[in-house]
């Protein structure tokens, strides 16, 4: 049995899980989260908790296990207390803005790059506009614009300059040494 897809998910006060079949709809005060799984587990609600059971030790179906329940999991936790994700920028020069919603980011190139906020993801600069904090109750969307964003200038190894994660640590290359 799957070590964590056995563990009950505790639903705390305020929030609303509804099962359909093997469809979840979470809801509460961030919003409302919504997830098809596959019918080859079993998705039980019981007083304030959520069951996830197989029926079957085939592979494929152990592997969605512990993957299901700790998919509902992030759901309920997303919902009730949200994800956060923190961006570094180090650089001369380098920096982000806020346009509304919207992120506007200055790291080095001819021109700005706008980076417009998805449904359900709030953006937040400070630190003198070196740092971006990415929130919102989907723990995938979260992770997945953090790494969209970071994309667009990934640290570099020589001087360390561009945009990392926070506690990212950089390993860095000693450059070329002058010829005596």
Known sequence: MSRIGKLPIEIPAGINVELNGSKVTVKGPNGMLERSFSPLVTIKKEENQILVTRDSDE??????????????????????????????????????EMNGKDLVINVGFSHSVDVK????????????????????????VVGQVTADIRKLRPPEPYKGKGIRYRGERVRRKAGKTAAI
Do not use: C, Q, S, W
């Open 59 to 96: 592979k494929k179906v152990r592997a969605l296990h512990g993957t299901t329940r700790a998919v509902i999991n992030n759901m309920v936790t997303g919902i009730n207390t949200g994800f956060t994700k923190v961006l570094e920028i180090v650089g001369v020069g380098y920096k982000a």
């Open 117 to 140: 906020a998805p449904e359900g993801i709030t953006f937040e600069v400070t630190d003198k506009n070196r740092t971006i904090t990415i929130k919102g109750a989907n723990k995938e």
